[in-house]
């Protein structure tokens, strides 16, 4: 029988975090730096950073543990349920969002990164009662089953007509790709894309 | 005639974000649990050091193995402990597998336990795994008799001698073909949010079977099955590994009791891996011995897998072709360090349907024939085993329209014969075989004074379409319009009959299971109604004597009135009944086909495959919904291929640790992996399973995809790749 302590799996994940950490900080230098505050409720440093958002066209600020990433923000303190959690890890794309229009993993993005920014999540797409063009061919041409892929494969495919990758199959499918869908609906997806982008 | 087709009515909500899963719902109050996994595979936990994250912020409680929430009792049998994990989570200090729960902290916030969980140091004393199943499988033992017919063997005649009857065969194939152990990989976690009041269990959690969900949950937790209510309209994808109660949900229930506060817990993608279950791996040896002109005579089939769960042998062979001469045996590896096996998308018809028609495929090559003309030479008209006749069966109609489709009889005969370039092109065919069937159900359908009627059954929709299919069979039986129906399902408090229907959707029979009872449910309801509309006080028809129900319009006495005006004015809030659709009609066999096309390409540099072209024909009775079937047999066929091309859980051997338990590193096929799948459906109801005629789809797509793609490898490349999955390293060797 063999003694050992395996505490090794536990630095492993401290490294991911610091290193996740690392990459929003980057993110972060490029904008106005939220302001942080240190908080008796939190224990050991831990701190409370401010963060004004401009989510869907409505102003929100937050005071938040600099650890949240925007997904969690969205999900957990906006109570924005549409963007979905698949990985974590920016490897599927359920979580997909726009910031400043431009397509983002709102999981490996920290909320604190992405401060005076506007973010629009799938519950912003509609106006009112009427479907974006995307939205509405996703339902027509049934580019979905269980719908758990859906808001992220609708706001890649939305800003990726907007960025004139939508011009054949072919390159539809390539800039679709980072968006998994388990049930398999890509060919429904391919359809979608095509119907929005030639009544766009 | 043409198939009816309709949007998804659950579409808009899932489109918009509005549509709420499991671990979409935040409740006042509520707290986070975060799971901690073992990193070892075999051993005890010596001690844990829990020190530093009880200090960390918002940490309320930590579970252990010292400090275990309180279960009562234990998964009811006969199906969930065999199916799913019996062992609790928590429940002592050894350590059966890599990644299994050894904590779980609850905290104020997400980030909070989180961060509190990889502060936890375990200390643990470590044994050897056993979690090599290559090493396994060299000493497979009989499998545990369970009173299912899973592992048992299968021979005719009785005292059949399968060696000599090969040996007596004028041609013979045998060989063995490997599936690694593959992950359902839904995209939406195991996750569940737990609230209690006044001892009633409200439980978020995404299933398949809402009433096996609740009486699972409340048997462990030792209450009462009505005391837990299990909500769960939206599922993120199942595949099987929803059908089953796992410890995230069981975990999450029993916090929040302990807590009094709602308690959130959803599985990271890499503890999916291992907490919940996954498809086993499977090895296949089979024999096929055939007389000169292609009939069999003596068919082996002789599988080691992990465990019983899924049985490739007893799913498979006994409907696929006839031979005098037949064994079918499964042997197991028990007592693995490895997480626990379940079923998954089509189980055991998978692993089967590629061992059988990628055999097949090799005697046509040996006996120098057609591939479909060996298979039409053995064709089935009733069950091998029992010679039970098939109620419907049209699979040689499948096999031409197909052929004819596809441009089979452009293939060539010679393997690796045709170049585009860079490319060699192959094309191979396959035969996908689902039994059918259904359970008797219960239906509820009720009336109200809006002009709407609610037709539920706790079954349930993880991306089948049975929201569209309810709304249009509710639509049908009542005779209005599909947008005054409001159908019910993903509730534990709507109807079951209590049978095996408390499953819900599994076994790809809940069309077939739910549809019929719509009718019987329909037909009562209308009869409650007339008698209503005949007695209730402000009724315009009180006392006429030859009311009948007409397309929502209750007529007599020469006046008629909706039932939504006759509610209103007898001021009804509804009028309903329950209905229990007919047991199964037993004199005959039931099953679903299809004939899958595929021409896959393959870089004669890289090694590549790549899929280039499918088609399949199914037979698989009436198409209550065309646009939602066809895209089950598109996600079906692909989920099968994903095995062919991609899939693969690995498992390192010396430590039991799955290395690549993550999305990157476990390839799923993304977009551009793919292409348009060429469907065609047959349209033969088949009226003896059930009035709807609707038969089984949602596997059947998945069974015989991979055969029909590394058929095509052959054909394309002369290389006959008999494991799983076909990467270019295997082609290029
Ligand atoms: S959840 Fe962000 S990429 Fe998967
Ligand atoms: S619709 Fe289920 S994962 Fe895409």
Redesign the interface.
């Known amino acids: 029988?063999?003694?050992?302590?395996?505490?090794?799996?536990?630095s492993r994940?401290?490294f991911l975090?610091t290193s996740a950490a690392a990459a929003g900080l980057t993110a972060i230098a490029e904008h106005p730096r939220p302001a942080v505050a240190a908080t008796a409720?939190?224990?050991?440093g831990?701190a409370v950073v401010e963060v004004a958002l401009k989510v869907n066209g409505k102003a929100r600020t937050l005071s938040l543990?600099p650890?949240?990433t925007l997904l969690?923000a969205l999900?957990?303190r906006l109570?924005?349920?549409?963007?979905?959690?698949?990985?974590?890890?920016g490897?599927?794309g359920?979580c997909t969002v726009h910031v400043d229009g431009r397509r983002v993993l709102s999981c490996l993005t920290l909320a604190a990164g992405v401060s005076g920014k506007a973010v629009i999540?799938?519950?912003g797409?509609?106006d009112g009662d009427r479907?974006h063009p995307v939205?509405r061919a996703?339902?027509?041409c049934?580019g979905?089953?269980?719908?758990?892929?859906?808001?992220g494969q609708?706001m890649s495919a939305v800003a990726l007509i907007e960025e004139g990758y939508a011009g054949s199959e072919?390159e539809?499918?390539?800039h679709?790709?980072?968006?998994?869908?388990?049930?398999?609906?890509?060919?429904?997806?391919?359809q979608a894309v095509r119907m929005a982008k030639e009544g766009a | 005639m043409a198939q009816p087709t309709m949007d998804r009515i659950d579409a808009r909500a899932k489109v918009t974000g509005a549509a709420k899963y499991a671990s979409d719902h935040n409740l006042p109050a509520m707290v986070y649990g975060h799971m901690v996994t073992s990193t070892i595979g075999n051993g005890r936990i010596v001690s844990m050091d829990l020190s530093a994250a009880r200090a960390a912020g918002g940490v309320i409680e930590i579970y252990t193995p010292g400090n275990r929430p309180a279960f009562r009792g234990t998964l009811p049998p006969p199906l969930a402990p065999v199916f799913a994990e019996a062992r609790h989570p928590l429940a002592d200090s050894e350590i059966h597998y890599y990644g299994q729960i050894v904590a779980m902290v609850v905290a104020e916030t997400i980030e909070q336990a989180r961060d509190a969980a990889a502060l936890i140091k375990v200390t643990y004393t470590a044994l050897p795994p056993k979690s090599s199943f290559e090493d396994a499988k060299q000493n497979p033992a009989d499998p545990p008799v369970t009173g299912l017919p899973l592992g048992q063997p299968i021979k005719k005649p009785q005292d059949v001698d399968i060696e000599t009857a090969l040996a007596a065969s004028q041609v013979r194939v045998e060989e063995t073909y490997d599936i690694p152990p593959r992950h359902h990989n839904m995209m939406e976690p195991h996750a569940a949010v737990a609230a209690w009041q006044n001892g009633k269990l409200t439980i978020y959690s995404g299933t398949q079977g809402p009433a096996a969900h609740a009486l699972e949950l409340a048997t462990v937790l030792g209450v009462q099955p009505a005391d837990v209510h299990v909500i769960s309209p939206y599922v993120g994808g199942a595949f099987g590994g929803k059908a089953f109660t796992w410890a995230p949900a069981l975990l999450a229930a029993a916090a929040a009791l302990a807590l009094a506060r709602p308690v959130k817990v959803v599985t990271s993608r890499e503890q999916l891996f291992t907490v919940t279950g996954h498809r086993a791996a499977s090895s296949q040896t089979f024999g096929l011995g055939t007389h000169r002109d292609g009939r069999l005579n003596a068919i082996k089939h002789h599988t080691t897998s992990q465990s019983i769960v899924e049985d490739p042998g007893y799913r498979t062979t006994p409907k696929y072709y006839l031979a005098p001469n037949v064994d079918i045996r499964l042997m197991v590896t028990p007592d693995m360090n490895l997480p626990t096996a379940t079923i998954m998308r089509a189980p055991g018809d998978e692993a089967g349907s590629f061992a059988l028609e990628s055999a097949m495929d090799e005697l046509a090559v040996r006996l120098g024939m057609d591939p479909i003309e060996l298979r039409m030479k053995n064709y089935l008209e009733s069950t091998l085993i029992e010679a039970k006749p098939y109620s419907s069966k049209h699979l040689d109609a499948c096999y031409r329209v197909g052929a004819e489709r596809f441009g089979w009889s452009r293939r060539s005969t010679q393997p690796a014969a045709v170049t585009d370039g860079d490319w060699q092109v192959g094309l191979g065919m396959s035969t996908a075989i689902l039994d059918s069937g259904r359970a008797s159900t219960t239906v509820r359908v009720t009336f109200r004074p809006n002009g709407t009627a609610t037709v539920g059954c706790a079954t349930s929709d993880a991306g089948t379409g049975m929201w569209t299919i309810m709304a249009m069979t509710g639509a049908r039986a009542l005779e209005v319009p599909v947008d005054r129906i409001r159908p019910a399902l993903g509730d534990s408090g709507l109807p079951v009959a209590g049978n095996n229907d408390i499953y819900g959707a599994v076994g790809s029979a809940a069309t077939s299971t739910v549809t019929p009872a719509i009718l019987v449910a329909a037909k009562e309801a209308i009869g409650k109604l007339v008698e209503h509309a005949t007695t209730a006080a402000g009724s315009p028809l009180v006392g006429a004597g030859d009311v009948r129900y007409d397309g929502g319009r209750l007529v007599g006495a020469g006046t008629s009135v909706g039932f939504g005006e006759l509610l209103t004015l007898t001021r009804t809030a509804e009028v309903g009944a329950q209905g229990t659709s007919a047991p199964l009609d037993e004199s005959h066999a039931y099953a679903s086909y299809a004939a899958h096309f595929c021409e896959v390409r393959v870089n004669r540099w890289t090694g590549d495959p790549r899929l280039g072209r499918f088609t399949t024909v199914v037979d698989a009775g009436a198409i209550l919904n065309a646009k939602t079937a066809r895209n089950q047999i598109t996600g079906g066929v692909l989920f099968g291929l994903a095995a062919a091309m991609f899939e693969e859980g690995k498992v390192e051997g010396a430590t039991g640790r799955i290395s690549n338990a993550n999305l990157a590193d476990y390839l799923l096929p993304v977009n551009a992996d793919t292409t348009e799948i060429d469907v065609h459906f047959l349209d033969h109801p088949d009226t003896r399973l059930s009035p709807t005629g609707a038969r089984g789809i949602g596997e059947l797509g998945t069974v015989g995809a991979a055969a029909a793609f590394a058929n095509a490898v052959y054909n394309a490349t002369g290389k006959r790749i008999r494991t799983l999955p076909i990467t270019p390293d295997k082609l290029l060797a």
Do not use: W
Not at chain 1, 176 to 190: F, H
């Open positions: 029988m063999e003694e050992q302590s395996r505490d090794d799996e536990v994940r401290g975090l409720a939190g224990a050991a831990a543990d650890r949240v969690d999900r957990e109570d924005l349920t549409g963007t979905k959690k698949g990985c974590d890890r490897q599927c359920a999540t799938i519950e797409l509609a479907l939205q996703f339902v027509e049934d979905l089953q269980c719908g758990f892929c859906t808001p609708v072919a539809i499918r390539e679709m790709s980072g968006n998994i869908c388990r049930c398999g609906a890509y060919q429904q997806i391919v």
